[in-house]
């Protein structure tokens, strides 16, 4: 299968500071990449669907100012966790697909992000 | 209505035990699904797809029901490998909803 990079794969912040996790495809032109959190013994909740060169679609509940996602080329996505905050502990995943409908999803390692 | 909804359990059988796990979809468009295991602290991998009526691969079937809108897992034989969380997966045009997961822990 393909191969999705996720970086880094644990962090630890301080209250009040931004986060950046990287997401890429590294064998496949990832057209559309998807960003999740996982809260523990939850499922995954999308947070946004992020199209390169256009602007991410948030789902509803999910601050755009807060998360900010930049997906500048096919092969790379990132994730902004801006001024974040201990409700901001998580479990953050991206996925990627080839494109086109209904085609698998490849996941990348995750991120744990703990604030403290 | 969420779009898929699938019974947490945790389903708790012994090894060798056969176990089934449902998973209901509101959208009567949909034609695939995809069934992900996902392991504690890890990322959900790719364990089945359904294109048609079904799929079969060695100790696990997926089956779709279309008229019921439900999609079911079965694994036979259990093994204590098998303990993970399954994740029903609806992809819709562009994007993936997926269930709650269902827990599963084999116990010996």
């Known amino acids: 299968g393909a191969v999705v990079s996720q970086h880094p794969s644990w962090v630890i912040c301080k209250s009040g500071t931004s986060v950046k996790i990287e997401c890429r495809s590294l064998d496949f032109q990832a057209t559309t990449m998807f960003w999740y959190r996982q809260f523990p013994k939850q499922s995954l909740m999308l947070m946004a669907t992020s199209n390169e060169g256009s602007k991410a679609t948030y789902e509803q509940g999910v601050e755009k100012d807060k998360f900010l996602i930049n997906h500048a080329s096919l092969t790379l996505s990132t994730l902004t966790v801006t001024s974040a905050h201990p409700e901001d502990s998580s479990f953050y995943i991206c996925?990627?697909?080839?494109?086109?409908?209904?085609?698998?999803?490849?996941f990348g390692q995750g991120t744990r992000l703990t604030v403290v | 209505r969420k779009e898929v909804e699938q019974d947490p359990g945790p389903f708790n059988v012994p090894e060798g035990a056969t176990v089934a796990f449902n998973c209901t979809y509101s959208n009567s468009a949909s034609q695939s699904f995809f069934w992900y295991r996902q392991d504690c602290r890890k990322e959900p991998k790719l364990l089945m797809s359904v294109y048609s009526s079904g799929n079969e691969d060695g100790r696990f079937t997926a089956q779709l029901n279309r008229a019921s809108q439900y999609i079911s897992l079965l694994i036979r034989d259990s093994k204590l490998s098998d303990s993970a969380t399954y994740l029903c997966?609806?992809?819709?045009?562009?994007?993936?909803?997926f269930g709650t997961g269902t827990s599963l822990t084999v116990i010996p």
């Open positions: 996925s990627a697909t080839r494109g086109g409908m209904n085609t698998e999803a490849f």
């Open positions: 997966v609806l992809p819709t045009g562009n994007q993936f909803y």
